[in-house]
């Protein structure tokens, strides 16, 4: 087996995983607990949050870091349990650690199990932030359950942008190998270790 042939095989491999679905999969698993936008109302109830910001980042979904402060900025609730609906809900956005307000809905009911929060002008700076949801059911205690998230993280690197970077990595590798007789030689060095 030449060298080049085992190249090939290697690059054959690197795009396979690539465009695996696997590595770019939400959440990974059929669990809860891989899902990073999936948090607990109370055991065994799960509500589903997703952040967008659409004026600067279009169709890209956020959850626990948000790259922009003052642009308009979306959060979307999925409750994954049909009782929530028939409860009202309150949501909260709070800065943290100060506990400063940024954005408050008073308690409302659901039926459609999507609530769609608006932040028009987004979060006031970059930092800490909280999101606090509260069931208000018609009688009995109210339930608070939180989930914290950070704003002004930066430009997302984006599947697209990822796969750029890899194939440019490697593409300039490879013509380092094909041009460069020390670089090439050692390559094949390793690569006969590897055989061997």
Same mark, same amino acid.
């Given at each position: 087996?030449?060298?080049?042939?085992?190249?090939?095989?290697?690059?054959?491999?690197?795009?396979?995983?690539?465009?695996?679905?696997?590595?770019?999969?939400?959440?990974?698993?059929?669990?809860?607990?891989?899902?990073?936008?999936?948090?607990?109302?109370?055991?065994?109830?799960?509500?589903?949050?997703?952040?967008?910001?659409?004026?600067?980042?279009?169709?890209?979904?956020?959850?626990?870091?948000?790259?922009?402060?003052?642009?308009?900025?979306?959060?979307?609730?999925?409750?994954?349990?049909?009782?929530?609906? #028939?409860?009202?809900?309150?949501?909260?956005?709070?800065?943290?650690?100060?506990?400063?307000?940024?954005?408050?809905?008073?308690?409302?009911?659901?039926?459609?199990?999507?609530? #769609?929060?608006?932040?028009? #002008?987004?979060?006031?700076?970059?930092?800490?932030?909280?999101?606090?949801?509260?069931?208000?059911?018609?009688?009995?205690?109210?339930?608070?359950?939180?989930?914290?998230?950070?704003?002004?993280?930066?430009?997302?690197?984006?599947?697209? #942008?990822?796969?750029?970077?890899?194939?440019?990595?490697?593409?300039?590798?490879?013509?380092?190998?094909?041009?460069?007789?020390?670089?090439?030689?050692?390559?094949?060095?390793?690569?006969?270790?590897?055989?061997?």
């Amino acid at each position: 087996m030449n060298t080049a042939h085992v190249l090939r095989k290697f690059c054959l491999t690197f795009l396979g995983l690539l465009f695996s679905a696997s590595i770019w999969a939400h959440g990974g698993a059929a669990g809860t607990d891989t899902d990073q936008c999936k948090f607990e109302l109370e055991p065994g109830h799960w509500i589903h949050y997703t952040a967008y910001q659409p004026a600067v980042y279009q169709a890209q979904e956020f959850c626990g870091s948000l790259p922009g402060t003052t642009t308009k900025t979306q959060l979307v609730f999925d409750y994954q349990d049909m009782r929530y609906r #028939n409860m009202a809900i309150e949501f909260e956005v709070t800065k943290e650690p100060e506990g400063t307000r940024v954005f408050f809905q008073p308690a409302a009911k659901h039926k459609s199990g999507t609530v #769609n929060l608006e932040l028009p #002008n987004g979060v006031p700076e970059p930092g800490q932030y909280l999101i606090h949801i509260t069931l208000v059911p018609d009688q009995g205690e109210r339930l608070d359950a939180h989930m914290a998230f950070k704003a002004g993280t930066g430009e997302p690197i984006t599947k697209t #942008n990822l796969f750029i970077y890899l194939l440019a990595a490697f593409a300039g590798l490879y013509a380092l190998y094909l041009s460069n007789a020390g670089f090439k030689k050692t390559i094949d060095g390793l690569i006969s270790k590897v055989k061997s």
